[in-house]
């Protein structure tokens, strides 16, 4: 039940981010460019529907994929971001005339990103106990077991805040990442060479596949290449 | 603009050009080695490539192409790689800036030089295209700029998000190849997607064009843009997904050269590789030629390249990059790498850049070279006589080592030391004299600031050289009887110049022929500076050089010498990227050591105005300049010249005006046509008593046309009347050529003529056959028949090359 509080307010506060500004629902903002295995993806009421490749996504629209299986989203800015395995996540992004400021609620998993804003978009991303303002390019985004956060920049700046308890603040710069927690505190170190190779390897959705043919079927197995 | 005035301005333009021939990127002149040049796109800021394609290659043993942008003052050199009938090299995007890079192209063989486009004309012009910030309302989401997609994962995702108010994104239209899919295409305000396979369509597997046209409210095209992307089998993604990738490709050729009674069969064959395993990278390189021959510089190339974000190193033939006054340009065999730790950079290279070639004996003989002629001294004991008059000089073997520690990553500042000994090694041949040896100290520096916006960079540099070490270091004695002959005084302090002869020959040897022999005049002393600011769509760039009369290093043997002065640049951009100003000025002097008996000064000042219209319109390129070269002698009033009239050759006074003007113009009419049309005129006024008076005007018409997707021709016509010295020199090129793509694209047929008449009458006809066995796998038959009138005496000819070569990729 606390848990299911923290997610209301947490999408209560990413809609009021967009206070002010009236999204066009029925106005796509990105695009499914790669689905592999169990992606699906929801709208408004409806039920889960399996995700194709091509399919538009519009603000409030959910994703989430399944075991070893990864989607590739791209917003009409040419912003990407990959959903990784077993993550779910809900897009909200407000455009207005020739721009587009997007928050993505990444509720579990882990969401690798790469931007491409003009100075006068936001790209947020928003978790349990963190909302991530992305002033970089690069890095990924997750959300641990227990909750906590974890950001790895690659590339550029990101400024961070805690939403809970103590909600600290810190910016994170090229080659760190923080850890928010739920008691709202924040530590910010260097990458390790784990995290350093898991950023490299959330960037790539190269899939292989095997085909089985027989005299009744053919069946497509398609997977990700582990590094 | 409404549309019949739209059609009338198209059928005006087109028919001025009368459907004629190539892009501006193709040159036409007359040369006796070079057919033609082709460039890849030119656009600012981005590499471009060079194809240099030649009439015969036989005899030739290298081809340098000199460019040079408009901030420049100096051509800077690339020795091209020569494969086959053709040469390639790539300018570096850093110097392709606008309005337009100059270049030329020397081919050296056997016979000496061949200049082209020639000496007495001015260097040839590449217009670089400026990039349009409407490039950016057109987002091609899926599939990315010149990336790979699979074929099972193919479709087109175009985001307008954004696009000006200006344009109805109802009205966009998409081109695949020239094929418009635009009814196919989902609507979905920003985003556009073209699903083929929706609709029962397959796209091939092969490199393909995305074209999107954009209409503003009144249905006038406001903007195009062009992706290219590849589609392939998933199987060769997943290839290049391993942690271990790799890609190669093997070319040969086989070919029969008949040029003026002369029969020459060549045979080459170059394998290229490349590979990456995790976050490094490597690549490798193997030519091999006949052209191979122990009497000449290698030609054939051996490469293997290893590196990482912190480690280059590079095995074989190599073109190391130092800072420019010290090495740069030069050929390495050897190995050259770098450390590259951000705060701390190492950069070395080591190796050999000109191998040993035995000079010819005419015959041995025993009296002495008195005259400085072609007799040297050899082993007697070895030959039986103590000289042999040579009828051509050897080539010793020259090393080369050169290291340089930096400290700083480059962004905002640099600061580097580097140091270069080349030396002959006298032992290398037995027929040749004065062997040479060569130590450079240089340094550089580079601060940057707000992004590099303002950026200043130096580079200083100081060499000594001895020009024979065949004697070796001066002995004891040899020493004693040197200062004896300069100061008998000086001898109280032999021994501080023997301790100084033993230090200093640990770097250089120390004898009679060590120079500068003035140091004081700063002879061997070289320097560059110059300040950049990028501010409020300006380019500024004031810079100064100065370059001893003496100023030599071994690794950089392209420098123009006994020079000093500045030159600024400035380069406005207007009205969005539309329309570019731009203007040079230069100051330059020589006798900088008072070694000439005037000083020759040397202004240059070049204005142009570029204008690339965001309409449906030509882009137009005008510029006007002037050089202006006096050394303030005159035969009437310099008292040189009236005490000694056999000097008046000395004069320098000339002025030579220079215009151009280039319109280019891309369109649709029923076809799709690409058309320029270019005017050089320069006038070079020669107040000397050569009178050497030069006009040169040249008028180039080109235009190609895709016809169909499997067809296109291409025309071109020049006009060329040079008047040397009231000598004409006219003539008239004309040049038709076509491709054809037939059996499912696996055979491509390519053929031209190019007749030339006037003054220079030659026939030249082309034709080539590409057969795709497999995709990777492809066989090409080529020919060429070249009809030479006869002229200056030399009887007519004709010329028949016929070649087979193949490609594999894998």
């Not at chain 1, 928010?180 to 505190?185: F, I, W």
């Not at chain 2, 036409?28 to 394609?53: L, M, R, Y």
């Not at chain 2, 989902?186 to 985003?191: E, G, K, L, Q």
């Not at chain 2, 006009?719 to 006219?730: A, C, I, M, V, W």
């Amino acid at each position: 039940m606390k848990k299911l509080l923290l997610v209301f307010t947490i999408i209560v506060s990413a809609n009021l981010v967009f206070a002010g500004s009236v999204p066009v629902k029925d106005s796509p903002v990105a695009i499914l460019m790669k689905t592999v295995k169990d992606v699906s993806f929801k709208r408004g009421d409806a039920n889960w529907t399996p995700a194709k490749v091509g399919s538009t996504l519009n603000t409030s629209d959910e994703v989430k994929t399944g075991d070893q299986s990864i989607a590739l989203i791209k917003f009409t800015d040419n912003s990407v971001i990959r959903v990784r395995e077993n993550s779910s996540l809900k897009i909200y992004a407000d455009k207005q005339k020739q721009s587009i400021s997007k928050n993505t609620y990444v509720e579990k998993g882990t969401v690798g990103f790469n931007v491409s804003k003009q100075e006068n978009e936001e790209f947020k991303f928003t978790t349990p106990t963190m909302v991530a303002s992305i002033r970089g390019t690069e890095g990924f985004i997750g959300v641990l077991s227990d909750t906590s956060s974890i950001l790895v920049v690659t590339q550029g700046l990101v400024n961070v805040l805690a939403s809970l308890g103590l909600q600290q603040t810190g910016s994170v710069g090229a080659g760190q990442f923080a850890v928010a927690t739920s008691n709202g505190s924040i530590t910010i170190s260097n990458l390790t060479p784990q995290l350093q190779n898991q950023a490299n390897s959330i960037k790539k959705t190269v899939t292989k596949s095997i085909t089985i043919r027989t005299n009744l079927f053919n069946m497509k197995i398609e997977y990700l290449v582990e590094e | 603009m409404n549309y019949s005035l739209r059609t009338f301005l198209n059928l005006s333009f087109f028919l001025c050009l009368f459907l004629v021939a190539g892009s501006q990127d193709i040159q036409a002149q007359v040369s006796n080695t070079i057919s033609k040049i082709n460039f890849g796109p030119a656009k600012e800021g981005e590499d471009v490539s060079v194809e240099v394609e030649l009439l015969q290659n036989q005899q030739i043993n290298r081809i340098n192409f000199y460019y040079r942008n408009s901030a420049k003052s100096e051509f800077t050199e690339i020795e091209m790689e020569l494969m086959g009938m053709a040469a390639r090299c790539i300018i570096p995007g850093e110097d392709v800036t606008l309005p337009y890079v100059e270049y030329y192209v020397v081919v050296q063989t056997a016979q000496g030089e061949d200049v082209y486009p020639g000496l007495s004309v001015e260097p040839l012009k590449l217009i670089v295209q400026a990039g349009s910030p409407k490039d950016k309302e057109v987002i091609v989401m899926a599939p990315e700029k010149n990336s790979s997609v699979s074929l099972d994962e193919f479709f087109v995702s175009i985001s307008l998000l954004r696009a000006s108010d200006a344009v109805d994104k109802s009205k966009t239209k998409i081109f695949i190849d020239g094929a418009d899919v635009t009814e196919m295409a989902v609507f979905a305000d920003d985003i556009i997607i073209y699903v083929p396979e929706n609709f029962g369509k397959k796209i091939s597997l092969a490199g393909h064009n995305l074209r999107i046209e954009l209409y503003d409210t009144q249905g006038n095209l406001y903007h195009t843009v062009e992706s290219a992307f590849s589609v392939v089998q998933r199987e060769v993604l997943e290839l290049a997904a391993g942690a271990f990738k790799y890609r190669g490709e093997v070319n040969a050729e086989s070919r029969r050269e008949d040029v003026r009674s002369v029969d020459t069969w060549y045979n080459n064959m170059r394998i290229t590789s490349d590979g990456s395993f995790k976050n490094w990278n490597f690549s490798g390189n193997v030519y091999v030629t006949s052209e191979e021959k122990k009497h000449l510089q290698p030609n054939n190339r051996y490469s293997l390249n290893i590196r990482s974000s912190w480690l280059d190193l590079n095995f074989g033939d190599h073109n190391p990059r130092f800072p420019s006054l010290i090495m740069s340009g030069k050929r390495v065999r050897g190995v050259t790498g770098g450390l590259y730790l951000g705060y701390f950079n190492l950069d070395f290279t080591t190796g050999q850049v000109s191998r040993p070639i035995e000079g010819t004996v005419q015959n041995y003989i025993t009296i002495r070279d008195t005259i400085g002629g072609s007799i040297v001294e050899i082993d007697s004991a070895k030959y039986g006589f103590p000289r042999a008059s040579l009828s051509s000089f050897g080539t010793y073997e020259r090393d080369v080592f050169a290291i340089r520690p930096s400290f700083g990553k480059g962004q905002n500042f640099q600061w580097g030391l580097t140091y270069l000994h080349s030396s002959d090694d006298p032992k290398s041949i037995a027929f040749s004299a004065k062997p040479k040896e060569n130590i450079v100290l240089g340094t550089d520096l580079m601060i940057g600031f707000d992004d590099q916006k303002v950026l200043f960079t130096a580079q200083g540099a100081f060499n000594l050289i001895n020009n024979d070490i065949s004697g070796g270091n001066f002995t004891d004695a040899q020493l004693e009887s040197f200062i004896k002959g300069i100061d008998s005084t000086m001898l109280k302090d032999l021994d501080t110049y023997k301790s100084a002869r033993d230090l200093a020959s640990k770097f250089i040897t120390v004898n009679q022929f060590i120079g500068p022999l003035n140091p004081q005049e700063l002879p061997t002393v070289a320097g560059d500076a110059a300040l950049q600011l990028s501010y409020f769509n300006n380019f500024l760039k004031v810079s100064y050089q100065y370059r001893g009369n003496e100023y030599t290093s071994f690794g950089s043997s392209f420098l123009r010498n006994d020079v000093a002065g500045f030159t600024i640049y400035d380069r406005l951009r207007l009205f969005e990227n539309t329309l570019f100003l731009s203007g040079t000025f230069e100051s330059l002097s020589d006798n900088l050591q008072e070694t000439k008996f005037a000083t020759t000064n040397f202004t240059t000042w070049n204005t142009s105005i570029s204008y690339y219209p965001r309409t449906n319109l030509p882009n137009v390129i005008a510029s006007i300049g002037q050089s202006i070269t006096e050394n303030g002698l005159d035969t009437l009033t310099s008292a040189l010249i009236i005490n000694d009239p056999t000097k008046k050759s000395l004069v320098i006074n000339d002025v030579t005006d220079k215009y151009y003007l280039q319109l280019g113009y891309d369109f649709f009419f029923k076809y799709k046509h690409q058309t320029s049309v270019s005017f050089n005129y320069t006038d070079r006024q020669d107040d000397s008593p050569g009178d050497y008076d030069v006009t040169s005007l040249n008028l180039n018409l080109s235009a190609s046309t895709a016809w169909a997707e499997k067809f296109s021709s291409n025309f071109s016509f020049i006009l060329s009347q040079t008047d040397l010295k009231g000598t004409p020199f006219n003539y008239v090129t004309l040049s038709l050529g076509g491709r054809y793509y037939m059996m499912n694209d696996k055979l491509v047929l390519n053929s031209s003529i190019n007749p030339s008449f006037g003054d220079f009458k030659r026939v030249y006809a082309d034709f080539y056959a590409q057969y795709f066995w497999l995709r990777n796998l492809s066989l090409m038959f080529q020919t060429r028949f070249i009809a030479n009138s006869a002229s200056g005496g030399i009887p007519a000819s004709n010329d028949l090359i016929v070649g087979l070569s193949t490609r594999y990729t894998f």
